[in-house]
Nanobody, 130 residues
Framework: QVQLAESGGGTAQLGGSLTLSCVGS????????MSWFRQSPGKARESVAG????????VYADSVKGRFTISRDNTKKAVYLQMNSLKSEDTAVYYC???????????????????????WGQGTQVTVSS
């Protein structure tokens, strides 16, 4: 049975930090690019950050660049999202995703990874309060 179990959500102060964790089971974790998405009330789900299968390449939404860091540990089948300098607009339900396409580009180098199967976690609420 495939499962993505998220943890670490909660309430943080404006300018504070939170770290989200997601542990996968039931699938070949190291063979999937991993991503974090988020969804606020009345808005579409959006990609926040992605990381390649081996962890060498990361991509971020412009809105979180320089503040959020995605990382993974394939030995633990886990992916993390370190969120710093939190803003009110970061308030959302955050979802862990396995398999969604990510594209990394730098200069003439371009890497695209995806998997034919795609899985989602149940979501974890992040609320930034002032």
């Amino acid at each position: 049975q495939v499962q993505l179990a998220e943890s670490g959500g909660g309430t943080a102060q404006l300018g504070g930090s939170l770290t989200l964790s997601c542990v996968g089971s039931g699938f070949d974790f190291s063979n999937y690019p991993m991503s974090w998405f988020r969804q606020s009330p009345g808005k579409a789900r959006e990609s926040v950050a992605g990381i390649s299968k081996g962890g060498a390449y990361t991509v971020y939404a412009d809105s979180v660049k320089g503040r959020f860091t995605i990382s993974r540990d394939n030995t633990k089948k886990a992916v993390y999202l370190q969120m710093n300098s939190l803003k009110s607009e970061d308030t959302a339900v955050y979802y862990c995703n396995a398999g969604s396409e990510i594209t990394y580009s730098s200069g003439s180098f371009r890497l695209t990874e995806s998997h034919e199967d795609e899985y989602w976690g149940q979501g974890t609420q992040v609320t930034v309060s002032s």
